[in-house]
């Protein structure tokens, strides 16, 4: 019985829980062979909040980001796509886009960095598409050579800025985590979990089934000890009558 439970608890961890995007929000830098894509989830919930208190519509008409990397010499090209958390509608930003030279001021970095912005606008109606059913994500994939991003100390999350704006209103959007997507892997599957997540579902799932085989084997236990108590009681008995 036990070989059996182990068997079963090896399975069940072998078992796939998501494939070709990466988690990478917590990262500071990150390398993008040809193809290769960052994916930033962009909600626009406190645009909408916010747009419902002036009497606005509540989907933004204007989408704009800017996103900081390490200064670098490259000929780096960036194909920027806006699409609905489903992958059925998506908006390009135009032609591939280039990082230019800026300067950054913050906290734990002033220099100078390579900056790459883009913006759109959009119809009510191709807006409601975008966000209405889940968050948007925001693609930036490299289509030129292989090229480093990151901004170390930062995380490639805060590299990011993503402004939504309609009737007057400009907020700048809460972003969710930030995938690593290689070239074949489809831009609406879920992030690939962490190593640690994985470890730990597996360690419980283990000490699950290992905890369900020794409730099963006490049970076994009790019934066993509950037979020979009835065998021992009614043994004086048997030789009595006898």
Known sequence: MAYRWCGLAAILVALPL?????DVSAQVAALLDPG????????SWNFGVNAGHFGLPVYPTSVGFVFVSAAEDSLARIEAVLQSGD???SVSFGAPLSFIPGTFRGSFYRGPVSVLEG???LSETLSQQLF?????????RDTGPALAVGL????????MRVSLGGGGLNVGALLGGVGRMDSESDPTEAPEPHSGALLLGGGGLLWMLAALGQSLLSRRAERALERNSDELAAGPHTRLLK
């Not at 170390?152 to 590299?159: A, E, K, V």
């Open 18 to 22: 998501g494939a070709g995007t990466i």
């Open 36 to 43: 290769d894509a960052l994916s930033f989830t962009v909600p």
């Open 87 to 89: 992958g059925a509608v």
């Open 119 to 121: 913006s759109l606008r």
């Open 132 to 140: 209405g059913g889940s968050p948007a994500v925001l693609i930036l």
């Open 152 to 159: 170390p100390p930062y995380t490639l999350q805060q590299d």
